[in-house]
């Protein structure tokens, strides 16, 4: 069956991604201002305690993926490290060259030290900015990644399927494909068509909170817990046929 994970940002996220089902949760912080930023060590502590399998994503700044600064990368390398030792079952991670391909060396550093045959990895949409994809697919897999994050380049997963079809064809179970990148309960039944390992997405809703002067207007993001069901609900809908 096609493994579903969820974006969460805290413990009530996890905690609502295992009662619908999901197999897994990615861990990050500021997802919706950002993209997502590695999460706090104590955040990662908490969320492991749930239970849930808990991927970590290590990325230290918004922005782009081309790390050229020894101490962004340093800074991951401990966060990683850190992660893996909190008790995360994987790590989600990215680098590009400055022309766009995976940035093997930048990758090598980052794990540096970490227990890798020990965790799974998986390699961000970072791939959605590289051009050769199917370059990319045979470098992830001599890295030894387990999955990649795709929406098959396209802004949103249903606008990637022929490619992510393809993707999944090339990879041919060397390494798995999740689909992710706008996901809704409606795209399921086709992702799950072309094959994909996994599906992806955040299913969040913006909880109104106002933190004055000092602390942002524009609230905070929680798992929708009806969202979550609806798409959890789906997938198995789909995949029972």
């Given at each position: 069956?096609?493994?579903?994970?969820?974006?969460?940002?805290?413990?009530?996220?996890?905690?609502?991604?295992?009662?619908?089902?999901?197999?897994?949760?990615?861990?990050?912080?500021?997802?919706?201002?950002?993209?997502?930023?590695?999460?706090?060590?104590?955040?990662?502590?908490?969320?492991?305690?749930?239970g849930m399998?808990?991927?970590?994503?290590?990325?230290?700044?918004?922005?782009?993926?081309?790390?050229?600064?020894?101490?962004?990368?340093?800074?991951?390398?401990?966060?990683?490290?850190?992660?893996?030792?909190?008790?995360?079952?994987?790590?989600?991670?990215?680098?590009?060259?400055?022309?766009?391909?995976?940035?093997?060396?930048?990758?090598?550093?980052?794990?540096?030290?970490?227990?890798?045959?020990?965790?799974?990895?998986?390699?961000?949409?970072?791939?959605?900015?590289?051009?050769?994809?199917?370059?990319?697919?045979?470098?992830?897999?001599?890295?030894?990644?387990?999955?990649?994050?795709?929406?098959?380049?396209?802004?949103?997963?249903?606008?990637?399927?022929?490619?992510l079809a393809?993707?999944?064809?090339?990879?041919?179970?060397?390494?798995?494909?999740?689909?992710?990148?706008?996901?809704?309960?409606?795209?399921?039944?086709?992702?799950?068509?072309?094959?994909?390992?996994?599906?992806?997405?955040?299913?969040?809703?913006?909880?109104?909170?106002?933190?004055?002067?000092?602390?942002?207007?524009?609230?905070?993001?929680?798992?929708?817990?009806?969202?979550?069901?609806?798409?959890?609900?789906?997938?198995?809908?789909t995949a029972?046929?």
């Amino acid at each position: 069956m096609t493994a579903l994970e969820f974006a969460v940002q805290d413990v009530a996220g996890a905690i609502g991604a295992r009662r619908v089902g999901a197999d897994r949760v990615e861990l990050c912080a500021a997802l919706g201002s950002t993209g997502g930023l590695t999460p706090s060590i104590g955040m990662i502590e908490a969320v492991v305690s749930t239970g849930m399998p808990v991927h970590a994503l290590i990325r230290c700044r918004a922005g782009g993926f081309v790390y050229a600064e020894d101490d962004e990368i340093a800074v991951m390398n401990a966060d990683a490290k850190a992660a893996a030792s909190a008790g995360a079952a994987g790590l989600v991670v990215g680098a590009l060259t400055p022309d766009h391909r995976v940035d093997v060396g930048v990758l090598e550093r980052v794990l540096d030290g970490v227990p890798v045959d020990d965790i799974e990895l998986t390699f961000h949409r970072a791939i959605d900015q590289i051009a050769d994809r199917a370059a990319a697919i045979e470098t992830l897999i001599d890295q030894g990644m387990t999955r990649v994050l795709t929406s098959g380049g396209a802004a949103r997963c249903s606008d990637g399927l022929d490619e992510l079809a393809a993707m999944v064809h090339q990879a041919a179970g060397r390494l798995q494909i999740m689909a992710g990148g706008g996901v809704t309960a409606a795209d399921i039944p086709a992702l799950a068509h072309i094959g994909v390992d996994a599906i992806h997405l955040s299913a969040r809703r913006v909880v109104a909170d106002d933190g004055g002067p000092g602390g942002g207007t524009a609230g905070h993001e929680r798992l929708d817990d009806e969202l979550a069901a609806a798409v959890a609900a789906r997938l198995r809908t789909t995949a029972a046929g």
